[in-house]
């Protein structure tokens, strides 16, 4: 059984960084690509960031730059670090396994509990 384990959220100023980890157990199989997702107060779930087993990184446009994906593959742990926050980043972060295939991703049902992170203005 698959299980992840989000940490390392908080509350955090306009332009500060944050670090955010993702511990993940089990056996997952042909699974070959990890991502962030977020969910801001009142709207729905959005791709932030993935990382395929090949080394393709993706980000949303709204995070690029300021956004690094990485993971530890030793430790099984994978991380969103975030620089330069902004107030609309404020919102929960979920990792997530899932399958990269042709350009495209596709989640698998494996979720983590999630990480508030909320930056002040």
């Known amino acids: 059984q698959v299980q992840l384990v989000e940490s390392g959220g908080g509350l955090v100023q306009a332009g500060g960084s944050l670090r955010v980890s993702c511990a993940v157990s089990?056996?997952?199989?042909?699974?070959?690509?990890m991502a962030w997702y977020r969910q801001p107060p009142g709207k729905q779930r959005e791709l932030v960031a993935l990382?395929?087993?090949?080394?393709?990184?993706n980000y949303a446009d709204s995070v690029k730059g300021r956004f690094t994906i990485s993971r530890d593959n030793a430790k099984n742990t994978v991380y969103l670090q975030m620089n330069s926050l902004k107030p609309e980043d404020t919102a929960v972060y979920y990792c997530?396994?899932?399958?990269?295939?042709?350009?495209?991703?596709?989640?698998?049902?494996?979720w983590g509990q999630g990480t508030q992170v909320t930056v002040s203005s």
């Open positions: 997530n396994l899932g399958m990269y295939l042709s350009g495209k991703y596709g989640p698998f049902n494996y």
């Open positions: 990382k395929s087993s090949g080394g393709i990184t």
């Open positions: 089990g056996s997952i199989g042909s699974i070959n690509a």
